[in-house]
Every structure is written in C-alpha cells, then in structure tokens.
C-alpha cells in the first residue's frame, strides 16, 4: 500500500495500521465497450473522489491512460512477495474452461509464465486469494468463457456447465491438494480470506444460489466449507426464470475483519454483516440500489420471503439508475463504500439492456462502522453514460495505494 512502514517494506504493517491511512483522493476502474455498439477500446478511468477537489465526482481521462485490453479470460490479479504479479484466467485461449494462473515481471508487466505446474490448473478459473503463513491459496470457478460470454442460459446450469468447486492450492509446491464441492454453492465468484494474516478462514460468494460459504482450516490440516447466509430467490412473474436468485456478485471484508459486504445485483441490494463470528453472521444493514424487483418495472414479485412491497426505483441527482448493485470497494477506514452497477456487457445486455443504452454509473454509500447501518450519499452520482465516445461500463474498482479487496499481508 501507499505508505512506509519502518523496516517491513512498503506498505502497511497490519491491517488495522492501513485504516489509519489517508482518505482515498481518486479511484481507478477499468470501462468497457464490448457489446454496446460503440466502436472503441475498453480503457482505464480514473474518478475524482475528493470532496474538496473541484472536480469531486468527475470522471478524468489522461490521454496516457487508456488502453487496449487485448488479454483475453484474464480476471484477478495479486501482487506476490517476489514482487511479480499474478493474474487468474477463466479458461484457454480457445474459450474452454482451464482455471490457471499468469506470472508477469512486477517491473516490466512482460509474461514469465503460468503460475501453476505444466499441466496442473483448475478445470474453470475465477477469483483467488492466498495465505502463505498457511501455505494455502484457494482459487474459485465461473464458467468456461465459450459457456457465459453471450449471456445466461439456464440449460447450461442443468448440464452442469457452471462452477460449483474450491480449489485448494499448496502455495510452495503450485499444485490443487484438495477440491471443495460447495452444497447451495453455484457459481462461487469472489472470495476473500480474513484480513488477519494468522487467520485460516474466509467466505466466498456464490452468486447463482445466493449463499455465503465460509472455508475454514481443521486441525489435521485439510479445508472445510460451510454455508453461513441464504438470500431466499423470490418468486416472480415477467422474468427469465419463475424464481429470481439474489446473484450475489461481489463481497469484501473491512480490513478489521468486523464487517462482511455483498451486493446481490438482480435483487438490487447491498448488504452488510457483523461477522464478529463468523460462524453466524448478523444482518446490520441493507440498502436497495436499483436492481430487478423495482416498482414500476417489468418484474412482478408474486411471493417474498424478506420484502412487504418492491422497493422504489433510485433516483440519484436527477438520474434514474439502471442495473443493481455489482462491484463494490471500501475505503481503507471502513466508512464509505463505492459501487458500480455493470457485471459483464453479455449478461448487462440480456438483464439490463438500459445499461447498455445509458452506461453503468458510480454511486458512494456511508457506513455506520459502530452500530452497523448503510445509508446512500444522495450528492455523489459518476455517470458513465456522458463519456466523450459514448456510454461506458465500468466495472472494478481499485485505489492506487491499495484496498480492501487487492491486499494481502503475509
């Protein structure tokens, strides 16, 4: 992260030092093109999320920052010790599936290599997170690209073609020592260990069968999953499907390891749990933010476990916002919370075609980091619908000293 430490290098020394850091100034996020008609390279944004700048809530685009994204099944990428980076991929050159890892020159970016031994990855590949006080990294699974990239079809969830696996990695040796199948764990996508670096356990979000799962080492050395939050689908009439999963999409820890967020993008919230056991997760705080179920909508909701009525179209500055909740970032001392609303050009144009149509948008929610609670900055509104070459969709969120979701302490 941004700042020295003494003699432990740069960065850091704990995770409860970087909540002392400063407050974030700008934020960077990738933006794509893909799948909206607009004849452009995908490209880096950078957004203004100083109060006292006058350019507070703008989208700044230096020249020297766009740039063509020509890798292909790429996701996740980790900073490791050895100073190289790690990327995850998604499948093969091809579009099959083959969750494997790249290795570039920290310095350089050139390629080195795969990560994982000649022949040894992961049949699918998402997201991943590593532990080396336990010698362990865990790695998740979407799908092969060929299977997602034009969209959602339900058949393919009854030929098994989405990711229900975690794959337990000896981080010395590069190789899978254990594969986790997940009970009510389709598509697990995120995944996250506690911040604590002597801690053996963490959750993943499984987005289709909108479940938390908590991985957690046993005494003989081996990994366990347990299921420990269940979004309950709603039953629906005007959707794909006669029942409407939550999708939990994106989730994250603050760096004290108190609080647990998730966004369930086709339900439209965004969730925040005390996890000061992890075991039992409490609700402190839910916030809808567009999504699927608004009034008004092409969405009737026939039965609801959680609900009384549909929750009211948002209205941020004037703009009604389309999508849900998707991407999700935490700034370093626990009190604001960044979200986008695009998930992946296919899938926004087969669930949300107005994202397409209007771009993705930025929004900022304040946290209660004492009693728990999320309440929405109604000044605080990133349209990407009024870029210079037409509506973007931006996606990841990333500070450049370091977040919630890209450190890890070792």
């Known amino acids: 992260m941004a700042t020295k430490c003494g003699n432990c290098g740069p960065g850091y020394s704990t995770p409860l030092e970087a ?7 700008i934020v960077y996020l990738p933006c794509i093109y893909r799948n909206t008609g607009t004849e452009a390279p995908d490209y880096l944004a950078t ?15 230096p020249e020297d920052i766009h740039a063509k994204c020509e890798l292909a099944f790429l996701h996740t990428s980790h900073c490791l010790a050895s100073g190289e980076v790690m990327i995850s991929s998604l499948g093969d050159v091809k579009g099959n599936g083959k969750g494997g890892f790249v290795l570039l020159d920290g310095e350089t970016f050139e390629v080195k290599g795969t990560w994982e031994r000649p022949g040894g990855a992961a049949p699918s590949g998402y997201d991943f997170w590593y532990q ?10 979407w799908a092969a690209p060929n299977v997602l990239r034009d969209g959602f079809n339900p058949a393919d969830v ?7 696996h975690l794959y337990v990695w000896d981080w010395q040796h590069h190789e899978i020592v254990q594969t986790l199948s997940l009970k009510d764990g389709l598509i697990p996508l995120e995944i996250r260990f506690l911040h604590n670096p002597d801690a053996a356990q963490g959750f993943v979000g499984c987005a289709l069968s909108s479940t938390i799962q908590r991985f957690y080492k046993n005494e003989g050395g081996t990994w366990s999953v347990e299921k420990v939050i269940q979004v309950p689908p709603k039953k629906v009439k005007g959707w794909l499907l006669p029942e409407m999963p939550g999708l939990i999409t994106d989730i994250l820890l603050s760096l004290d390891d108190r609080f647990l967020y998730f966004s369930n993008w086709l339900h439209g919230d965004l969730r925040q749990y005390d996890i000061s056991d992890p075991q039992r997760p409490r609700l402190t705080g839910q916030l809808f933010l567009g999504g699927s179920i608004v009034k008004g909508g092409p969405v009737q909701v026939l039965e609801d476990q959680e609900l009384k009525s549909q929750p009211e179209p948002l209205v941020v500055k004037g703009k ?11 700034s370093l001392d626990g009190k604001r919370l960044y979200i986008t609303t695009s998930l992946y050009s296919a899938w926004d144009k ?4 107005d994202l397409i149509r209007e771009g993705s948008v930025m929004l900022q929610v304040d946290v209660d980091t004492v009693k728990g609670g999320l309440k929405l ?4 509104l990133v349209d990407f619908g009024k870029e210079p070459l037409g509506p973007a969709l931006a996606h990841e969120l ?3 000293g370091g977040d919630c979701s890209s450190d890890i302490w070792i």
């Open 398 to 400: 990333r500070y450049p």
């Open 47 to 61: 957004v203004d999320v100083d109060p006292k700048s006058p350019q507070y809530c703008q989208v700044i685009e």
């Open 350 to 353: 087969q669930f949300y075609p």
């Open 158 to 164: 009854e030929a098994g073609l989405y990711g229900s």
């Open 320 to 330: 009604r916002v389309a999508g849900g909740p998707q991407m999700i970032q935490l």
């Open 132 to 141: 080396p006080r336990h010698n362990v990294m865990i790695s998740t699974e």
């Open 19 to 25: 909540m002392k850091g400063p407050r974030e100034e």
């Open 377 to 380: 900055n109604p000044n605080f």
